[in-house]
């Protein structure tokens, strides 16, 4: 009896096993299935980080397989795409490590590094002068926003002044003399600055330069422009509370919203004056001491009387 049972039970596993490897023969039958019919593709992806100017050689890519379906647009699938026999290319934005090498991202065939490849349509590319000031210490990097700040003399009442004026907001900074570290990684004090802007805008920045000193100031990504935008003068230069800009409070500034304008005092109560006659009490004397030898007497003397 106990056999019967022990040959049930082994009868049972058995079955159990061959299913289990039924079901998991078709399921990973279908899983390759499905790969097989989506495919992949092997694509050019970094093998190490590339900043702007590095030529890509072959040490500094690698192939890994990509589903088709995922590609990239840009991409490359072959070494001969990406590098032509006597050709090479340069890295025009940072690549970073297993980041696909996209043809946005790099030269053309044969060419060095140029920024014309990346200006949208109807941009410019111009390139203003700066110092260790106007370029904020060193701090600004490609893709910043910044504001183009213009300090020129002015005329005014039979002499000249300095003022400051917003000449542009909101520019994207492309490139800061090639580069903007130095070899140990601090900032590096760049000379000058290449920012996008459209034509008439970079016309305003050519005449600029030869009027005035420009200035960058580094706003927040994503701000929007300020409308408040005022003429800053050498009357200017007080605190706010005894003149100069009329900009409003720092707790409205970042939603520009309108200045508060102060409530009408009000006006003080009309005073009725009401007619007195002055009354002049009778004048009553003065009196005088008049003195007889060694005697004096006192005489009431009356005035007007």
Do not use: C
Not at 95 to 111: A, F, V, Y
Not at 114 to 122: E, K, N, T, W, Y
């Amino acid at each position: 009896m106990a056999n019967r049972q022990t040959f049930i039970a082994l009868g049972v596993a058995v079955v159990l096993g061959l299913l289990a490897v039924f079901l998991a023969n078709a399921y990973l039958g279908g899983k390759e299935k499905r790969a097989y019919q989506g495919g992949t593709t092997k694509v050019a992806v970094a093998a190490a980080p590339m900043a702007y100017g590095t030529d890509i050689t072959a040490d500094k890519i690698r192939f890994v397989d990509y589903p088709n379906t995922s590609i990239p647009p840009g991409a490359f699938t072959n070494a001969s795409q990406l590098l032509p026999a006597g050709k090479k290319r340069v890295a025009l934005l940072p690549i970073s490590i297993n980041e696909p090498i996209l043809t946005g991202k790099i030269s053309g065939i044969g060419q060095g590094a140029s920024i014309a490849a990346l200006l949208p349509d109807g941009m410019r590319a111009a390139a203003v002068r700066i110092n260790d000031v106007s370029g904020v210490a060193g701090f600004i990097q490609p893709n910043d926003s910044v504001d183009v700040l213009i300090t020129r003399s002015l005329e005014g009442q039979g002499q000249q002044q300095q003022a400051t004026d917003v000449l542009l907001q909101n520019v994207r900074v492309i490139a800061i003399d090639q580069q903007s570290k130095n070899a140990d990684g601090t900032p590096k004090v760049a000379k000058t600055v290449t920012l996008e802007v459209n034509p008439v805008d970079a016309q305003k920045l050519a005449l600029a330069q030869q009027v005035g000193d420009l200035s960058l100031v580094l706003r927040k990504p994503g701000e929007q422009n300020n409308p408040i935008v005022e003429t800053v003068s050498m009357n200017d230069l007080r605190y706010n509370m005894y003149g100069g800009a009329r900009y409003p409070a720092p707790a409205v500034v970042g939603t520009f919203a309108a200045a508060p304008v102060p409530a009408p005092k009000p006006r003080p109560a009309p005073v009725h004056h009401v007619a007195t006659t002055k009354v002049t009490p009778p004048d009553s004397g003065r009196n005088v001491e008049v003195y007889r030898g060694t005697k004096s007497d006192k005489v009431n003397v009356k005035v007007g009387g």
